[in-house]
């Protein structure tokens, strides 16, 4: 937005050279982005916010200016000289409002005896410099304190207002109006119209109409300022497709008491420059009276809230009187801006002016006394944050751990969306034991999509969701995890007895938990060693070692069958005894529901039903001092067999002698019984206390091989691969 340093210097005396002025205004908030000469003038170009309309005007910039410079603002001269001998204005024309909430403020002036013509040099140089085309001198002079003061006003030809009065009404259906650019537009009923006895004469703070335009054969005027909705003028700027100066300006608010100071100026500036005489007294209709915004501000809350010292800005103060000093430094800072100060104890009580309509609230008021003392002013440190040091939120330090330990093997962080479909989410979700009551999701009243309508009860439709996503555009490598909130319906405490007819809804039970994801190769591909994809091991190996990392040791065990993972490579996770999650591969239709065509593993886990569980103790074991000996097994088992019965009842032979059980071989064939699969099992002897003989280990063997047959209906293998 361009201004007129000249212009500006009419209303604060000051010699400051252009890039001067442009430091001050700059450093206040109004950013002066170029400065060129013009006629023996200097126009500023100032990016303008939307929120500051005081300043969309000379008076306005000058305003700011006086209070950088601390330089006296000269008043503005909104009077005029009326023609005593002339008939009062009321006696001549009326106004009248009848949209009370969309005008708040009509007023009117008439001046009579005017000659239209060209505008003087020095008016039409100033409005050329702005960029705008000089029209008449009556035009001219409208447009002229429009940018002087910012006041949107309208000249009409009074002979061609019928019955001479003014109606600020909404338009009729079906009405039409020929604008100033010629063009007939039809009004819309919600449109806000000034009128006259018969029809439309002009759009409420957007553009006047042609027939009531002033020409070279007008010599009467009635002079229009008035205050208008914001949300009204902008509702017809849009609907039209018109954007003007005036309705640029009423869309982010005016000054509700510059209407008649600017309609003084302006008919005391045609008087000047195209003759005539002003007839006494002003038409007014008004709806709305302006009570000024009084707001509390504590002086410390400034000093407090700005990161500055009492006295801050400049202001050397003494020790003993630093408070008092930094009180009266804000009540000056804010006096220069023209809102009217009351000190109090420990606080001010401002009240605000009526052309700042920015101001609300005591934040609004430390924002000025900040960009007045200067944001330079504010010293570079780190904020203090309360609470740091302090106590660490509950789980802070094994979510942490578990995290790093997450990260350390190469597993990527991942944040998704707490709304989901409720098909998917059912798909995924699954229930730990039997035992386990059915899983109530909430249902979101106004979703924000149609496949969002519930909050997850599981962090998995998300994390598969981001899963596919990353596989179908080309990463077939995906290891992902998210710590998040799921949620679901509580079961409420029984209502008292005044209650029952109508019991409150369920509580909402929020749970922290962990989700993993692993897809693709196992490993980097390397000619070291063999590429193989992920496996349930994968995932099992990970979750133990997540869990190590928390100072936990999980217990895996099985799981009842569900929709969500695929049989077989599944199980549940305990911790102590007590179930918190489950880790296996995603079945088949999960897979097909997301459009995934290679093997998924995942795991979920409760991190809240962690966070009171005490860490594992370090314990430490000598080194064996007798050597291990290992034999290998390869059985025949029940497909429907699982690997960790086997190691169960191995181990259960001789467990003080038994060091490990290993699955090093699984295979199934056409040469097996149909529902058999091949084990092979490495078991490693080792004794505390002595070194074992072959016959005690042919002992256990042996033992271990009856306890198989009859636990696990599992037989040896012979040489030729028969059972």
């Known amino acids: 937005m361009k201004f007129s340093l000249e212009w500006i210097r009419e209303f604060v005396e000051t010699t400051a050279e252009p890039d001067e002025v442009a430091v001050h205004l700059t450093a206040r908030g109004l950013a002066v982005e170029s400065f060129e000469t013009a006629h023996n003038d200097t126009i500023l ?5 939307t929120n500051r309309p005081d300043c969309m005007n000379h008076y306005g910039v000058a305003r700011e200016l006086a209070a950088a410079l601390a330089h006296p603002l000269c008043p503005y001269p909104g009077t005029v000289s009326e023609d005593g001998k002339a008939e009062a204005a009321g006696s001549q024309a009326s106004v009248a409002i009848e949209e009370g909430d969309l005008c708040g403020r009509y007023t009117s002036r008439i001046v009579r005896g005017v000659k239209v013509g060209p505008s003087p040099d ?8 702005l960029g705008m085309r000089p029209v008449n001198n009556v035009v001219d002079a409208t447009n002229y304190v429009l940018w002087e003061f910012g006041q949107p006003l309208h000249a009409f030809d009074l002979k061609t207002l019928a019955g001479r009065k003014i109606i600020v009404r909404k338009a009729h259906r079906g009405e039409a109006l020929t604008t100033l650019d010629g063009i007939r537009r039809t009004l819309d009923p919600a449109m806000l119209v000034i009128a006259d006895a018969s029809h439309a004469v002009a759009l409420a703070g957007v553009m006047g109409g042609a027939p009531t335009m002033v020409t ?12 208008f909705s914001p949300s009204s003028v902008r509702r017809t700027a849009r609907s039209l ?3 003007t100066d005036a309705s640029y300006r009423f869309e982010r608010g005016a000054d509700i008491e510059a209407s008649v100071p600017a309609l003084n100026r302006a008919a005391s500036l045609i008087t000047e420059i195209a003759g005539g005489s002003v007839s006494p007294g002003v038409l007014e209709a008004r709806t709305r009276a302006f009570v000024p915004r009084s707001i509390a501000l504590r002086t410390r809350r400034v000093w407090s809230l700005l990161g500055l010292s009492a006295g801050a800005g400049g202001n050397t103060v003494a020790s003993g009187n630093s408070v008092a000093d930094g009180d009266r430094t804000i009540g000056d800072v804010l006096t220069r801006l023209q809102f009217v100060v009351t000190q109090g104890k420990g606080s001010l009580t401002v009240e605000v002016p009526s052309h700042r309509l920015d101001i609300e609230r005591e934040e609004d008021l430390i924002e000025e006394v900040g960009r007045s003392l200067g944001y330079d002013a504010i010293p570079e440190r780190l904020p203090l944050i309360p609470g740091s040091g302090g106590v660490e939120r509950r789980g802070h330090r094994r979510e942490t751990a578990f995290r790093g330990a997450l990260q350390a093997a190469g597993v990527h962080e991942a944040s998704t969306t707490p709304f989901v479909s409720a098909a998917s989410d059912w798909t995924l979700r699954q229930r730990l034991s039997a035992e386990e009551p059915a899983i109530e999701p909430i249902g979101i ?3 924000i999509a149609l496949d969002q309508e519930v909050l997850r009860t599981t962090l998995l439709p998300g994390l598969i969701g981001a899963v596919a996503h990353n596989i179908n555009r080309g990463t077939r490598e995906v290891r992902l995890f998210e710590i998040g909130r799921t949620f679901r319906r509580g079961t409420p405490p029984p209502p008292p007895h005044e209650l029952r007819k109508h019991p409150p809804a369920p509580p909402v039970e929020e749970t922290v938990s962990l989700a993993l994801a692993l897809s693709g190769a196992a490993r980097p591909i390397s000619w070291l060693d063999p590429a193989r994809d992920v496996t349930f091991w994968d995932i099992k190996g990970l979750v133990s070692a997540v869990m190590a990392a928390g100072g936990l040791e999980p217990v895996f065990a099985g799981l009842p069958t569900s929709e969500a993972l695929a049989p077989g490579a599944a199980a549940r996770v305990d911790v102590r005894g007590e179930p918190i999650g489950r880790i296996g591969g995603l079945s088949q239709s999960a897979r097909d529901r997301y459009g995934i065509k290679q093997e998924v593993f995942v795991a979920e886990l409760s991190l809240s039903a962690l966070w009171p569980v005490p860490s594992e103790g370090v314990s430490f074991e000598p080194l064996p001092r007798f050597p291990a000996v290992s034999r290998d097994l ?10 960790r019965d086997i190691e169960r009842t191995i181990a259960g032979v001789a467990p003080e002698r038994i060091a490990s059980v290993t699955l090093f071989d699984r295979f199934a064939g056409e040469m097996l019984p149909a529902g058999k699969i091949g084990a092979g099992v490495r078991i490693v002897f080792q004794d505390p206390e002595k070194t074992l003989t072959s016959e005690e280990i042919n002992e256990m063997l042996d033992r271990i091989v009856a306890a198989l047959g009859r636990e696990m209906d599992a037989t040896l293998r012979d040489s030729t691969g028969r059972p």
């Open 445 to 447: 009243e106004n979703p």
């Open 122 to 129: 020095w008016l039409a140089r100033r409005l050329l410099a």
């Open 241 to 243: 497709g018109l954007s």
């Open 634 to 643: 390869s059985l025949i088992i029940p497909a429907s067999r699982e690997y």
């Open 216 to 227: 070279e054969a007008t010599t009467d005027l009635l002079l229009e300022s008035a205050h």
């Open 45 to 49: 170009e100032i990016e303008m916010f």
